[in-house]
């Protein structure tokens, strides 16, 4: 029987060959700890493990981290697919089949903040279909709380927000 962290990382490489969207720290940690394979810190561990070996790379806001395969990762899963059981891509399956739609929605809307170079801070949000970009909007704001508040109104309204500027722009 193969070590476990080994199978946790396949069951990991497996999960982002499946879909066409980056996965949250979140979205992998619940599918783990929702399947009771292992605990929250070894699944850090696995991912910690997969980012230094460039199986995996990661794109990081202010509040959460995104990971993608990477194509030696997508080539490590073909060499090791025989680690992931039938019954783990059964709970893959099973994970994707009922989070898929939630989970799409929450990587479309993107919403980050960073120091502006003057003062202040500049928020970025996106709106995302697919690789599409449908809207790429940066707002300068002068306090933190503002920044945070903008990016979390934006994860509230942004079709609102969309279908208002296009109305107003197309007229």
């Not at 992931?84 to 990587?107: C, G, L, S, W």
Request: charged share 25%; with cysteine.
């Amino acid at each position: 029987m193969a070590d476990p962290n080994t199978i946790y990382k396949m069951t990991m490489l497996a999960m982002l060959d499946k879909v066409d969207f980056p996965l949250s720290n979140t979205q992998i940690s619940n599918f783990f700890l929702g399947q009771d394979y292992t605990d929250y810190f070894t699944v850090q561990q696995v991912i910690h493990e997969l980012l230094d070996s460039e199986l995996i790379r990661c794109e990081s806001t202010h509040n959460n981290t995104h990971y993608h395969l990477t194509s030696l990762g997508r080539e490590t899963l073909k060499f090791f697919e025989d680690k992931v059981t039938p019954a783990i891509k059964a709970d893959i399956a099973a994970f994707f089949e009922k989070n898929q739609m939630e989970m799409k929605i929450e990587n479309s809307l993107v919403a980050d903040f960073y120091k502006s170079t003057s003062s202040g801070y500049d928020v970025r949000c996106r709106l995302k279909q697919k690789n599409l970009s449908l809207i790429d909007l940066t707002i300068h704001v002068e306090t933190k709380e503002q920044a945070d508040a903008v990016c979390k109104n934006w994860k509230k309204q942004s079709d609102e927000i969309y279908s208002c500027l296009m109305d107003i722009l197309i007229q």
